[in-house]
């Protein structure tokens, strides 16, 4: 009979269990834009508990090291040739090292990219000040994210299909309990953990567990936005007086220069009303719009407006990029008391005045 020996340890098992339900919830949170922070601290999470692996990789204890994991292209070869009667292996088998392997490496460049376009495209986290250099190319580290976080489900699956197949057929090792144990019946001497493995393990297991609750719970530089509430009445009173009078103040970023340039030169024929201003004023009011058009806007609507004209409307609501994001909501909402209208964006953006678009702010009523 075979000896019942202790492989993984209660650190290793718990990164283990806490790396499957953080990168649950990202999978969970990843096309709901609403939901964003949460992807995002959980993401800050997954690279707290990507760091502590690493470091487990040199000081952890016999089978979590690095060093103890047979990365032979040759063994693996031979290993999987002989999958039917294997070599047996107390810790990871070359197969399942280089699938392990492989998981902690795209998982750290899938948290590194991630925060690099949260930074960047949306302006917030520890990379926001990189938002002003490489917002025109904000989509890029968006896609090498998709494509790792699509090649780490890859890896996922290779990985739960092999401890699938050990299961089929080497059941008596209990390769899969032991993920819940930390047991083999195996012929094989138990781990024991030092006083440094216990501490560094529980430092970094309860920094993982912490960073998304209190990211979520407070306001924290991980999720700090550069951008801020802008005062229009401060910067130009003119532009406030004569454009919020009548309806929502649109931020200078949601429309490019030659639109505003068209809007301002037809004011007599305002979306059918007369809107006249006198010339002084007029003047000063198209300067401003100019100046802070979208072109010279550095946050992730402005640049999407751009992107999707194909000339030049005077209203946000004739963009392509406003009919693509508003396409699946229902159009009774727009002819509901609290909104009225599709250029009401007020009625759900409620910080649009101040000049902030976010996903996280919007409040759709109910038709």
């Given at each position: ?319 392509p990029f406003w009919k693509k994001t508003h396409k699946d909501i229902d159009k009774q909402i727009f002819k509901s008391k609290e909104v009225k209208s599709k250029a009401n964006c007020k009625a759900c953006h409620k910080d649009i005045e101040k000049g902030i678009i976010e996903d996280r702010n919007i409040e759709?009523?109910?038709?």
């Amino acid at each position: 009979m075979k000896h019942r020996a202790l492989i993984w340890s209660l650190p290793t098992r718990i990164f283990h269990w806490l790396l499957v339900l953080y990168i649950l919830i990202m999978y969970i949170t990843s096309d709901e834009d609403p939901l964003l922070r949460v992807h995002a601290a959980f993401g800050y999470g997954i690279g707290v508990l990507i760091l502590f692996r690493v470091i487990w990789g040199f000081i952890g204890p016999k089978y979590s090291k690095f060093s103890d994991w047979p990365l032979s292209i040759k063994e693996a070869l031979e290993f999987t040739k002989n999958i039917f009667n294997p070599k047996v292996y107390a810790g990871h088998n070359p197969a399942a090292s280089f699938v392990m392997l492989g998981i902690i490496i795209v998982t750290l460049l899938s948290v590194i990219t991630g925060v690099l376009a949260y930074g960047i495209q949306e302006g917030r986290g520890i990379f926001a000040f990189l938002n002003s250099s490489f917002f025109k190319e904000m989509e890029i580290f968006k896609e090498i994210h998709e494509a790792l976080s699509t090649l780490l489900l890859i890896l996922i699956g290779a990985h739960i299909g092999g401890v699938a197949v050990d299961r089929v057929l080497h059941k008596e090792v209990g390769t899969l309990h032991s993920i819940f144990t930390g047991f083999k019946n195996i012929d094989a001497k138990s781990v024991n953990l030092s006083s440094l493995q216990k501490v560094v393990a529980t430092l970094f297991l309860s920094v993982a567990i912490l960073t998304p609750i209190v990211t979520l719970s407070f306001a924290t530089p991980l999720t700090k936005s550069i951008y801020k509430p802008i005062k229009y009445d401060k910067e130009l009173s003119s532009f406030v007086e004569e454009c919020a009078s009548c309806h929502t103040l649109y931020p200078p970023f949601t429309l490019p220069a030659k639109s505003w340039k068209k809007l301002m030169a037809g004011l007599n024929n305002h979306f059918g009303d007369d809107a006249s201003l006198d010339e002084a004023t007029r003047v000063e009011i198209e300067k401003y719009l100019v100046k802070n058009s979208a072109e010279h806007s550095t946050k992730e609507s402005a640049v999407y407006i751009l992107q999707s004209l194909k000339n030049y409307p005077i209203a946000i609501t004739q963009t392509p990029f406003w009919k693509k994001t508003h396409k699946d909501i229902d159009k009774q909402i727009f002819k509901s008391k609290e909104v009225k209208s599709k250029a009401n964006c007020k009625a759900c953006h409620k910080d649009i005045e101040k000049g902030i678009i976010e996903d996280r702010n919007i409040e759709i009523p109910k038709a």
